[in-house]
């Protein structure tokens, strides 16, 4: 059952970028989309790991929306502080690499959280290994692993948990 839905969701997903990508709904352009969506789903009969481990409920697409707005917040706080940081005249950094420790289960949680630490300025996502991330940050606040997870990933983490588990 579950490599039929994942086989579903591949096909949609590419037949719905083939549609944006072409941008009509005309027969010919709707066979070629029908077939070469067919084809790419046949060859990957595991479909798109970023759909199979979505949680699809009512909450989970609540939680991405809360955690792309977390997200945009983060990122605005962390240019600001990194900004701060190239600005002033001590040049206060502090830099070092942090293992912390996610709680994520699912490899797209955890990739989807290395991610947005990367793109957070400030912070660099170096090497993902389990359950251990070790994060190059510009000034290192702590190097207790509890206190480093929690500032560097707590946030992110309870919505993702709930995306992805």
């Known amino acids: 059952m579950q ?5 579903v969701v591949l096909f949609a997903t590419l037949l719905l970028f083939w549609v944006m990508l072409m941008g ?26 970023f759909f199979t481990e979505f949680r699809a409920t009512p909450a989970a697409f609540v939680a991405g929306f809360k955690y792309y707005g977390y997200f945009l917040s983060a990122l605005v706080k ?3 502080r990194v900004a701060g940081i190239v600005i002033s ?56 692993i509890e206190e480093a997870t929690a500032a560097i990933a707590g946030g992110f983490e309870k919505y993702l948990e709930v995306i992805y588990g």
């Open 89 to 144: 005249p001590s040049l206060p950094i502090n830099p070092g690499i942090v293992k912390i420790r996610t709680g994520l289960k699912s490899r797209m949680g955890r990739l989807m959280l290395a991610n947005s630490i990367t793109l957070t300025p400030g912070t660099l996502t170096v090497e993902l290994n389990g359950e251990w991330l070790y994060i190059h940050c510009v000034t290192v606040d702590s190097a207790d």
């Open 78 to 80: 962390s240019n600001i």
């Open 24 to 49: 009509s709904l005309s027969p010919d352009v709707l066979i070629v989309g029908v077939v070469a969506s067919l084809v790419i789903a046949f060859m990957y009969p595991d479909g798109l790991s």
């Open 3 to 7: 490599k039929v839905w994942n086989f």
